[in-house]
C-alpha cells in the first residue's frame, strides 16, 4: 500500500516537475527568468489562471488552445510533463528505492530539459549543464559506479569522442551535444555511454531518412541530435543489462 502512494506522488510530482522543465528548456537558452513572468499565453500575453496549469489535464481540457486568444499550444508541453511523469514513477522500478534513485531522477530531469530546449531551438544550454554536472559528481560520490573512476572515464570517453567526430566531420556535432555527452558520462560510465552514442547515432540516422522519405525535412537540413542523445542515453541508463542480454542473444543465434 505505502509503495503505491509513493509511486503516485512520484507520477503526480514528475509532471509538476515536467511543467516547470517546459520553462527552463524554453526560457534559459533565451536568457529569460524562470521565475518572471509567470506563465503566460506567449501569443495574447495574457497570465493563466491555475485552472490552465493543471500538467496534462487543462491542455486535455482546452482541447490543446488557449483559453484567450485560440491559439494553439503545442503539443510538446503535455508530452514532457507526461513522459517526466512516466519516467519518475518508474524509475525506482528499475534501479530500486536506493541511493541511486536521486540519480535516475536527476537523469531524467537533465534530459527533459535538453529535449525541450533542443527540439525548440536546436540549443543544449551551458548554464543547464553547468547546473546538473556538480550535482552528478555529487550523486556519483553518494552512489559510485564499479569501480569509482568509471564515472571520470565515462565522462572523458564521452566528451572526447563526440569532439572527434565534430572535428572531422568540420561541425557536424554541436558543441552542446559534446558538452552534454560528456555529463551523461558521469552517470553512464563508459560502457554505458557508448551505448548511449550507438543507440543514438542509429535513431538518429532511421529516424532521419524516414523523415526525409516523408518529405519533413530535406537533405542536408540540420536535425538536431539532442533528441536521439535523450533517446539513447534513457535506453542505455534504464536497459542496459536487457539491450546486452538481448544483443548477446543474436550474437549466439547467428
Known sequence: MIYNLLYTYLFIAG???????NVVGLRVPQKKSIITPGSHCVTCDRSLRWT??????????????CKGCGTRIAILYPLIEL???ILFALSPLVVGWSKELPVALALVSLLMIVLVSDITYMIISDKVLLFFLPLFVLLRVLSPLEPWYNMIAGAALGFILLLLIAMISKGGMGGGDI???GVLGIVLGWKGVLMAFFLASLSGALIGMALMAAGIVKRRE???FGPFLVLG??????????????????????
Open 222 to 224: 540540420p536535425i538536431p
Open 15 to 21: 509532471s509538476v516537475f515536467g511543467s516547470f522543465y
Open 52 to 65: 490552465e496549469l493543471v500538467p496534462v489535464w487543462s491542455w486535455l481540457l482546452q482541447g490543446g488552445k
Open 83 to 85: 513522459t517526466t511523469a
Open 179 to 181: 558538452k552534454l555527452m
Open 233 to 254: 542515453a534513457l535506453c542505455s541508463y534504464f536497459l542496459y543489462d536487457e539491450l546486452m542480454s538481448f544483443y548477446f542473444s543474436i550474437m549466439t543465434f547467428s
